[in-house]
Nanobody
Framework: QVRLVESGGGLVQPGGSLRLSCAASGSIFKVSVMRWYRQAPGKERELVAG???????NYADSVKGRFTISRDNTENTVYLQMNSLKPEDTAVYYC?????????????WGQGTQITVSS
């Protein structure tokens, strides 16, 4: 059974930094794209950043220059380094992976981790 387990959330002051991690485990043959999404109270879930197996990245305009997504393919892990955090970054952050396990492709989500940016 495939699982995505996130870690690294918490409370941080404006201007601070946090690093999120998400590890995929289980009978995984190959992980394709990995992404971070977030959902603030009363808002729809939005894409924050994505990274392909080859390392190509994309970012939401609101986080460009502040957030960096990276991954370790040997560990099936994706990271999100968040710098210069703002109160509007407060949300539950979710990890997503498109991967192949047991011969079929599927989409998987982590349980979510809360990020609160407040003084």
């Amino acid at each position: 059974q495939v699982r995505l387990v996130e870690s690294g959330g918490g409370l941080v002051q404006p201007g601070g930094s946090l690093r999120l991690s998400c590890a995929a485990s289980g009978s995984i043959f190959k992980v394709s794209v990995m992404r971070w999404y977030r959902q603030a109270p009363g808002k729809e879930r939005e894409l924050v950043a994505g990274i392909t197996n080859g390392g190509s990245t994309n970012y939401a305009d609101s986080v460009k220059g502040r957030f960096t997504i990276s991954r370790d393919n040997t560990e099936n892990t994706v990271y999100l380094q968040m710098n210069s955090l703002k109160p509007e970054d407060t949300a539950v952050y979710y990890c997503y992976a498109n991967l192949i396990d047991h011969g079929s492709t599927g989409n998987y989500w982590g349980q979510g981790t809360q990020i609160t940016v407040s003084s």
